[in-house]
């Protein structure tokens, strides 16, 4: 177990250095140009290349990548082209609120998510399964924008429940986390559903039955507990695409975390932003897999980890 | 069993709280009292440093913090600001300025000579690449300090816009010590009505009344809390709920939906954004006069500013706005008619039309399929490529060749140079020098006969003179047409009917430092 810690440890700079690289050069190959987009479409050449040079964008990209890559190693970002902040700042000041809203919104996706599955297995192929599963189908096909757009408009517009925009009081969480919600509550009621009937066939579920224990014992005890390795591994997995709807719903409502931060500085091509963003994702996901496996160990200590 | 649950459970309950913890910094300023006017825009400002931007919701954003040497008043005019008195030499190249005295900067920093030299060295300075010098460094050779309350610029040519740009961004003057702290870029030092109070990128900037101001107290509301969004849709939920009272710009769209509403008010006014078909005269068959009268002829625009703007533009007539000085009312050169359009193809040698391709930016897509529908009508079938405004902008700019290479025969665009003159609308975009890549003639007119009558009019100091000269240049590039023109574009903002104060600059920068709710 501890070797593979280790080894899982050890993996991560590469994959860090893999992926800045990718990001590195994905957005440079992107057309569009920093310094025309800063100087303003009415700069003279001169004034371009004045800027280009003023962003270090007129080095070789393996100059660039060098001191992106020397400095990132060191816990420096560069500046953002268009705030001037460090990157490390406009990161860390954001970084709460967006963690703030995955977590609210995976509570909730686990908290509704794993009962309608339970619910679904349990009732399989009657009306309460088929009305989860269409539940489930619309909230997995359903655009996160157009859902945000939805609730705004009738929540706070129509009815004036609930703020409709930024992040000023505990009230602003519920709109936003309750869309981002929505796909991940979907993913998790069909896995937790497909995994409790396989459970539910197995012979020590008739054993439990037929022992004469309480069917919530049967269910919470005996079956749920052995279907959560693949449920703990879709949340694990899911992570990666919640970070995708969080860039979706954040600029919608405004919701000052690094999805908008992401959005507005490609807007920009602010290059320093999108690779101090997209490293910290990445992060975060490789981060989030491996305390996935880590907890699928914990949960079934016959899968060793070495 | 019952171990490892427990176990489990406490792992469960020790993950909750981290994950609760890491985000409970939440503890935010309450939200402002009555006395916040909330702008909402649809860009996030680009700089705090006037001097280092170029974008129109940037200026807005930072005009109350900053003051020119002379100011534009809400019906256009220009008084005197930071100066209080101006004159030129008979050459019109040696400009000597009286400062106005007694006068502090936000942090302190008294304003005087040496203020303003340093604020033009800034951008002289080559090393800096300021992103808004590039127009200045086209004129201005030198700014000397005569006295401490007394400046002398010095041009390389004369300048008709010269006093108008004073007004503007690279001019309005910064603290230099917070220029030489190199703060200026996020903490916004001026000597205006209002100071910045706090600077959030992600998500707001909030301002205070400057109770030292040199003009009395400021008559606008306790604070000016500005955000925004990139969804136009939110904005005007924004508006309704009164997350913001100032919403700018008012997509077309929503203007007509808020207008019957007597909550809100929508303020429709003449702007300065000219939007037109530049044309590759470099490629065939667009090198033919003919060929690019025809395309004008065939072009319906009361029909695309229905369509496209909803009716809040006006149709082009001119490639200056009806707002810029020396515009021409009474040019009407190319009224919608397909057979004259078919008749001049014809003569041109193309009876069953052709075929050719435009360039647009993502939001204003619809404008080439309208294009496309009208022209078909002539026998001219227009391949429209949609572009984000990125890749647009590197395309757009592309020289001769690449031009040649990537198959790009036409490119929408639209240019504002507002009210500063006429010289910032023709030299970029019909001088032969101002070519791309160099500047933005993207379809590479050249005609000797503008190129003298736009060097004559810049170096033309009586505006009556001047307007004549510009007048025949309209003349000259419209009977050319290197483009199609368009329409110009109405500046649209909206307000909670409360607000009162608010004002717009022609181009759509709203002024809100004497706006109340």
Redesign the interface.
């Known amino acids: 177990m501890k070797s593979y810690i280790l080894r899982k440890l050890l993996a991560l700079p590469l994959i860090l250095i893999g992926v800045s690289l990718l990001v590195f050069l994905a957005i440079r190959a992107?057309?569009?140009?920093p310094a025309?987009?800063?100087?303003?479409?009415?700069?003279?050449?001169?004034?371009v290349d004045?800027?280009r040079?003023?962003?270090g964008l007129d080095r070789t990209l393996v100059a660039q990548y060098a001191e992106f890559a020397g400095n990132a190693v060191q816990g420096d970002l560069g500046l953002?082209i268009?705030?001037?902040?460090p990157v490390v700042d406009?990161i860390a000041?954001?970084m709460?609120?967006t963690?703030?809203l995955a977590?609210?919104a995976y509570?909730l996706a686990i908290s509704i998510g794993v009962p309608a599955g339970m619910i679904g297995a349990i009732y399989r192929h009657g009306w309460p399964d088929q009305a989860v599963m269409l539940l489930a189908i619309v909230g997995a096909s359903i655009a996160n924008f157009w859902l945000a757009?939805m609730a705004?408009?009738t929540f706070?517009?129509g009815l004036?429940w609930l703020?409709?925009?930024?992040?000023?009081?505990?009230k602003s969480f519920i709109l936003p986390s309750v869309t981002l919600a929505v796909l991940p509550t979907a993913v998790i009621a069909r896995m937790t559903r497909s995994s409790m009937i396989e459970v539910l066939a197995q012979d020590y579920i008739r054993t439990a039955r037929a022992k004469g224990l309480a069917p919530g014992s049967v269910y919470w005890g005996h079956a749920l507990?052995n279907a959560l390795i693949p449920i703990v591994t879709i949340i694990g997995l899911n992570f990666g695409s919640l970070i995708g709807g969080a860039v979706v719903t954040e600029?919608?409502f405004?919701w000052?975390?690094i999805g908008?931060?992401l959005?507005?500085s490609v807007?920009?091509?602010d290059y320093p932003v999108i690779q101090g963003v997209t490293l910290v994702a990445v992060t975060g996901v490789v981060m989030m897999n491996f305390l996935a496996e880590l907890a699928i160990a914990?949960?079934n200590?016959k899968i060793r980890l070495d | 069993m019952k171990m490892i649950q427990q176990k489990l459970r406490r792992r469960l309950v020790l993950g909750c709280a981290l994950a609760i913890g890491f985000s409970m910094p939440f503890t935010l300023p309450a939200l402002a009292a009555a006395a916040t006017l909330t702008v909402m825009q649809s860009e996030a400002p680009r700089s705090m440093d006037p001097g280092d931007q170029t974008a129109t919701f940037t200026a807005a954003v930072l005009d109350p913090m900053y003051e020119g040497l002379v100011r534009r008043d809400p019906d256009l005019s220009l008084r005197p600001a930071l100066a209080t008195e101006w004159s030129a030499d008979a050459s019109g190249l040696i400009w000597t300025f009286k400062l106005r005295q007694g006068v502090k900067f936000h942090d302190g920093t008294p304003f005087d000579a040496d203020a303003v030299v340093k604020n033009f060295a800034r951008h002289l300075d080559t090393k800096r690449g300021l992103a808004a010098s590039g127009r200045l460094r086209t004129f201005l050779d030198s700014v000397t300090a005569i006295d401490a309350s007394t400046v002398q610029f010095k041009l390389k040519t004369k300048y008709p816009a010269f006093i108008a740009l004073l007004s503007t961004g690279p001019c309005l003057i910064v603290s230099p010590t917070a220029d030489a702290a190199g703060t200026i870029g996020t903490k916004a030092v001026g000597t205006g009505p209002y100071k910045l109070m706090e600077y959030k990128s992600g998500e707001y900037v909030l301002q205070a009344k400057n109770t030292e101001w040199w003009d009395g107290a400021p008559k606008g509301s306790d604070e000016i809390k500005w955000t925004w969004t990139t969804e136009t849709s939110v904005m005007s939920m924004a508006l309704q709920t009164g997350d913001a009272d100032i919403v700018n710009p008012l997509p077309p769209a929503f203007a007509n939906q808020l207008k019957n509403n007597t909550d809100m008010a929508v303020n429709a006014s003449e702007g300065s954004a000219v939007f037109w078909v530049s044309l590759n005269t470099k490629m065939k068959p667009l090198d033919d006069v003919k060929v690019r009268q025809a395309l004008n002829y065939a072009t319906d625009r009361d029909g695309l500013v229905r369509a496209f703007m909803q009716g809040y533009a006006t149709p082009a007539n001119s490639p200056l706005a009806p707002v810029t000085p020396g515009y021409d009312k009474t040019l009407a050169p190319y009224d919608y008619d397909v057979d004259k359009a078919k008749a001049l193809l014809a003569e041109a040698g193309y009876p069953d039309g052709f075929a050719m391709t435009t360039i647009v930016q993502d939001q204003e897509a619809r404008i080439g399929e309208l294009l496309q529908a009208m022209w078909a009508k002539a026998g001219v079938k227009l391949e429209v490529k949609r572009m984000e405004s990125g890749v647009w902008s590197k395309a757009a700019f592309l020289d001769p060749a690449g031009k040649e290479k990537d198959g790009i025969s036409s490119s929408i665009a639209s240019w504002s140079s507002g009210v500063s003159g006429a010289d910032l609308q023709f030299r970029p975009l019909y001088y032969s020098r101002s070519a791309s890549p160099t500047g933005a003639n993207l379809g590479f007119f050249a005609d000797p006969k503008l190129d003298e009558l736009i060097d004559k009019a810049a170096s033309t100091l009586d505006e009556k003179a001047r307007n004549t000269i510009y007048g025949e240049a309209q003349k000259v590039v419209n009977e050319q047409a290197p483009h199609v023109l368009l329409f110009t574009k109405q500046d649209l903002y909206a307000t909670r009917s409360t607000v009162s104060g608010a004002w717009m600059i022609p181009g759509g920068l709203v002024v809100v430092k004497d706006a109340r709710k």
């Open positions: 992107l057309p569009g140009d025309r987009l800063m100087a303003g479409p009415e700069a003279t050449q001169e004034a004045n800027m040079s003023r962003l953002s268009k705030s001037k902040l406009e000041e954001r709460p609120y963690i703030g977590v609210c509570l757009l705004m408009n706070s517009v004036g703020p409709l925009l930024g992040a000023s009081s505990w507990r600029s919608v405004n000052p975390g908008r931060l959005v507005d807007r920009y091509r914990v949960l200590p």
